[in-house]
Protein backbone atom coordinates (compact mmCIF):
# COMPACT_ATOMS: atom_id res chain seq x y z
CA UNK A 1 0.00 0.00 0.00
CA UNK A 2 1.42 3.62 -1.02
CA UNK A 3 1.72 6.26 1.45
CA UNK A 4 -1.08 8.27 -0.20
CA UNK A 5 -2.93 5.05 0.18
CA UNK A 6 -2.33 4.80 3.89
CA UNK A 7 -3.03 8.53 4.56
CA UNK A 8 -6.49 7.90 2.67
CA UNK A 9 -8.07 5.26 5.56
CA UNK A 10 -5.87 5.92 8.20
CA UNK A 11 -7.35 6.63 11.69
CA UNK A 12 -5.23 9.61 12.35
CA UNK A 13 -6.41 10.29 15.68
CA UNK A 14 -7.63 7.73 18.96
CA UNK A 15 -8.71 8.30 22.52
CA UNK A 16 -6.90 5.54 24.90
CA UNK A 17 -6.64 4.49 28.09
CA UNK A 18 -3.62 3.88 29.56
CA UNK A 19 -2.84 0.95 32.67
CA UNK A 20 0.44 -0.67 34.19
CA UNK A 21 0.80 -2.85 37.31
CA UNK A 22 3.19 -4.85 39.01
CA UNK A 23 4.04 -8.07 39.48
CA UNK A 24 1.10 -10.76 41.00
CA UNK A 25 0.91 -14.34 40.93
CA UNK A 26 -1.21 -16.06 38.62
CA UNK A 27 -4.37 -17.98 40.45
CA UNK A 28 -3.64 -21.50 39.66
CA UNK A 29 0.15 -21.82 39.02
CA UNK A 30 1.20 -19.70 41.25
CA UNK A 31 3.37 -18.31 38.43
CA UNK A 32 4.35 -14.19 38.37
CA UNK A 33 2.77 -12.62 35.61
CA UNK A 34 2.61 -8.82 34.69
CA UNK A 35 -1.05 -9.48 33.22
CA UNK A 36 -2.63 -7.65 35.98
CA UNK A 37 -3.20 -4.10 35.14
CA UNK A 38 -4.92 -0.73 36.66
CA UNK A 39 -6.32 2.42 35.08
CA UNK A 40 -4.20 4.90 35.39
CA UNK A 41 -6.23 8.37 36.09
CA UNK A 42 -3.09 11.16 36.25
CA UNK A 43 0.04 11.95 34.32
CA UNK A 44 2.84 9.32 33.77
CA UNK A 45 6.28 9.18 32.22
CA UNK A 46 6.82 7.20 29.58
CA UNK A 47 10.16 6.17 29.22
CA UNK A 48 11.97 3.76 26.76
CA UNK A 49 11.17 0.52 28.41
CA UNK A 50 7.66 1.75 29.12
CA UNK A 51 5.60 3.07 31.62
CA UNK A 52 6.14 4.23 34.50
CA UNK A 53 5.38 1.65 37.31
CA UNK A 54 4.84 -0.74 34.62
CA UNK A 55 6.33 -4.56 35.30
CA UNK A 56 6.61 -7.78 33.78
CA UNK A 57 7.97 -10.85 34.97
CA UNK A 58 9.75 -12.56 32.66
CA UNK A 59 12.01 -10.55 31.19
CA UNK A 60 13.27 -13.19 29.01
CA UNK A 61 10.16 -12.40 26.28
CA UNK A 62 8.33 -9.92 27.84
CA UNK A 63 9.61 -5.97 28.30
CA UNK A 64 12.58 -4.32 25.99
CA UNK A 65 12.62 -1.53 23.88
CA UNK A 66 10.66 -3.45 21.26
CA UNK A 67 7.87 -4.78 23.70
CA UNK A 68 7.52 -1.65 25.33
CA UNK A 69 4.30 -0.67 25.58
CA UNK A 70 0.99 -3.22 24.50
CA UNK A 71 -2.16 -1.75 22.85
CA UNK A 72 -5.12 -4.17 22.32
CA UNK A 73 -7.78 -2.99 20.79
CA UNK A 74 -11.12 -3.02 23.25
CA UNK A 75 -13.54 -4.02 20.17
CA UNK A 76 -11.89 -7.74 20.11
CA UNK A 77 -13.54 -8.14 23.78
CA UNK A 78 -16.90 -8.52 22.05
CA UNK A 79 -15.36 -11.18 20.22
CA UNK A 80 -13.43 -12.95 23.14
CA UNK A 81 -16.91 -12.58 25.45
CA UNK A 82 -19.04 -14.47 22.69
CA UNK A 83 -16.57 -17.54 21.92
CA UNK A 84 -15.83 -17.50 25.92
CA UNK A 85 -18.81 -16.88 27.88
CA UNK A 86 -18.01 -18.24 31.22
CA UNK A 87 -15.23 -15.09 30.89
CA UNK A 88 -16.93 -12.74 29.48
CA UNK A 89 -17.57 -10.60 33.03
CA UNK A 90 -13.96 -10.67 32.77
CA UNK A 91 -13.56 -9.50 29.67
CA UNK A 92 -12.99 -5.96 30.00
CA UNK A 93 -10.57 -3.37 28.32
CA UNK A 94 -7.25 -3.20 30.05
CA UNK A 95 -7.74 -7.08 31.87
CA UNK A 96 -5.50 -8.67 28.96
CA UNK A 97 -1.77 -7.07 29.68
CA UNK A 98 -2.29 -4.20 27.96
CA UNK A 99 -0.93 -0.45 28.18
CA UNK A 100 -3.14 1.02 25.93
CA UNK A 101 -6.64 0.57 24.95
CA UNK A 102 -8.98 1.84 22.53
CA UNK A 103 -12.00 1.51 20.70
CA UNK A 104 -10.97 3.49 17.42
CA UNK A 105 -8.22 1.27 16.24
CA UNK A 106 -7.48 -2.65 15.09
CA UNK A 107 -5.04 -4.49 13.26
CA UNK A 108 -6.29 -3.44 9.91
CA UNK A 109 -5.68 0.55 10.43
CA UNK A 110 -2.31 0.44 11.80
CA UNK A 111 1.18 -0.36 10.12
CA UNK A 112 4.70 -1.58 11.26
CA UNK A 113 6.57 1.41 10.80
CA UNK A 114 4.05 4.25 11.35
CA UNK A 115 4.91 7.26 13.99
CA UNK A 116 2.28 8.50 16.16
CA UNK A 117 2.62 10.68 19.04
CA UNK A 118 0.85 10.62 22.66
CA UNK A 119 1.34 13.11 24.79
CA UNK A 120 4.69 13.76 24.38
CA UNK A 121 6.12 11.21 23.54
CA UNK A 122 6.40 9.50 20.19
CA UNK A 123 5.49 5.80 19.68
CA UNK A 124 5.77 3.63 16.43
CA UNK A 125 4.29 -0.15 16.25
CA UNK A 126 7.25 -2.59 15.73
CA UNK A 127 5.63 -6.28 16.21
CA UNK A 128 2.37 -8.29 16.97
CA UNK A 129 2.21 -9.60 20.54
CA UNK A 130 2.42 -13.58 20.77
CA UNK A 131 -0.19 -14.89 23.00
CA UNK A 132 1.12 -17.26 26.29
CA UNK A 133 -0.96 -19.60 28.30
CA UNK A 134 -0.54 -17.23 31.03
CA UNK A 135 -4.21 -15.38 29.32
CA UNK A 136 -5.69 -19.02 29.51
CA UNK A 137 -4.92 -19.01 33.55
CA UNK A 138 -5.82 -15.30 33.84
CA UNK A 139 -9.60 -16.19 32.12
CA UNK A 140 -9.74 -19.70 33.65
CA UNK A 141 -10.29 -20.66 29.77
CA UNK A 142 -8.71 -22.88 27.76
CA UNK A 143 -7.69 -22.19 24.48
CA UNK A 144 -8.64 -18.33 24.77
CA UNK A 145 -4.84 -17.77 23.77
CA UNK A 146 -4.70 -19.95 20.57
CA UNK A 147 -7.88 -18.56 19.45
CA UNK A 148 -6.36 -15.11 20.07
CA UNK A 149 -3.41 -15.74 17.70
CA UNK A 150 -5.29 -17.69 15.30
CA UNK A 151 -7.97 -14.65 14.80
CA UNK A 152 -4.92 -12.24 14.94
CA UNK A 153 -6.49 -10.50 17.16
CA UNK A 154 -3.54 -10.02 19.53
CA UNK A 155 -2.64 -6.71 19.43
CA UNK A 156 1.10 -4.44 19.24
CA UNK A 157 3.53 -3.70 20.71
CA UNK A 158 5.22 -0.28 20.32
CA UNK A 159 8.62 1.38 20.95
CA UNK A 160 9.03 4.55 22.27
CA UNK A 161 10.77 6.68 20.01
CA UNK A 162 11.30 9.80 21.80
CA UNK A 163 10.24 9.45 26.04
CA UNK A 164 7.66 12.19 27.44
CA UNK A 165 4.88 12.94 29.66
CA UNK A 166 1.64 11.50 29.11
CA UNK A 167 -1.69 12.62 30.32
CA UNK A 168 -5.35 11.23 30.56
CA UNK A 169 -6.96 12.89 28.22
CA UNK A 170 -4.07 12.75 25.46
CA UNK A 171 -5.13 11.07 22.29
CA UNK A 172 -3.06 8.70 20.12
CA UNK A 173 -2.70 10.75 16.94
CA UNK A 174 -0.56 9.60 13.40
CA UNK A 175 2.18 12.10 12.49
CA UNK A 176 4.07 9.83 10.09
CA UNK A 177 2.03 6.90 8.21
CA UNK A 178 4.60 4.42 6.98
CA UNK A 179 4.21 2.86 3.44
CA UNK A 180 3.41 -0.82 4.33
CA UNK A 181 0.64 -2.93 4.23
CA UNK A 182 -1.67 -3.22 7.44
CA UNK A 183 -0.74 -5.27 10.03
CA UNK A 184 -3.64 -7.43 9.57
CA UNK A 185 -2.26 -8.36 6.29
CA UNK A 186 1.43 -8.42 7.42
CA UNK A 187 0.01 -11.39 9.82
CA UNK A 188 -1.69 -13.20 7.22
CA UNK A 189 1.34 -13.46 5.16
CA UNK A 190 3.43 -14.42 8.33
CA UNK A 191 0.49 -16.62 9.36
CA UNK A 192 -0.01 -18.57 5.45
CA UNK A 193 0.21 -21.91 5.65
CA UNK A 194 2.29 -21.61 2.16
CA UNK A 195 3.43 -18.54 2.35
CA UNK A 196 4.70 -16.42 -0.70
CA UNK A 197 8.23 -16.37 -0.08
CA UNK A 198 8.60 -12.31 -1.69
CA UNK A 199 5.72 -11.68 0.70
CA UNK A 200 8.02 -12.47 3.27
CA UNK A 201 11.15 -10.95 2.42
CA UNK A 202 9.05 -7.89 1.90
CA UNK A 203 7.88 -8.10 5.94
CA UNK A 204 11.36 -8.75 6.85
CA UNK A 205 11.92 -5.79 5.14
CA UNK A 206 9.89 -3.22 6.66
CA UNK A 207 11.29 -0.03 8.30
CA UNK A 208 10.66 -0.32 11.72
CA UNK A 209 9.89 -4.08 12.18
CA UNK A 210 11.32 -5.19 15.38
CA UNK A 211 14.81 -7.59 15.08
CA UNK A 212 12.93 -10.13 17.26
CA UNK A 213 10.18 -10.79 14.28
CA UNK A 214 12.52 -10.05 11.51
CA UNK A 215 14.73 -12.96 12.83
CA UNK A 216 12.06 -15.16 12.60
CA UNK A 217 10.51 -14.18 9.13
CA UNK A 218 13.85 -14.68 7.39
CA UNK A 219 14.27 -18.12 9.76
CA UNK A 220 10.98 -19.27 8.00
CA UNK A 221 11.86 -18.00 4.57
CA UNK A 222 15.29 -20.19 4.85
CA UNK A 223 13.26 -23.24 5.65
CA UNK A 224 11.01 -22.92 2.63
CA UNK A 225 13.40 -23.09 0.82
CA UNK A 226 14.88 -25.92 1.96
CA UNK A 227 11.87 -27.34 1.52
CA UNK A 228 11.52 -26.70 -2.40
CA UNK A 229 15.23 -27.65 -2.34
CA UNK A 230 15.01 -31.06 -0.93
Known amino acids: MSRTDHDATATRAAAVRVYVGGVRPLPESGRLSGIYKQPVHGPLQLGAQGFEGDQQADLRVHGGPDKAVHLYPARHYARLAGQFPAAAAWLQPGSIGENLSTWQLDESQVRIGDVWRLGQALLQPCQPRNPCWKIDERYGCGGMAAFIAEQHIAG ?21 PAAAPSLQQALQDWHAPRPEPGRLRELAAMPGIADNWRHKILQRIERLREQAAG
Open 156 to 176: WYLRVLRPGLVEPADELQLIE
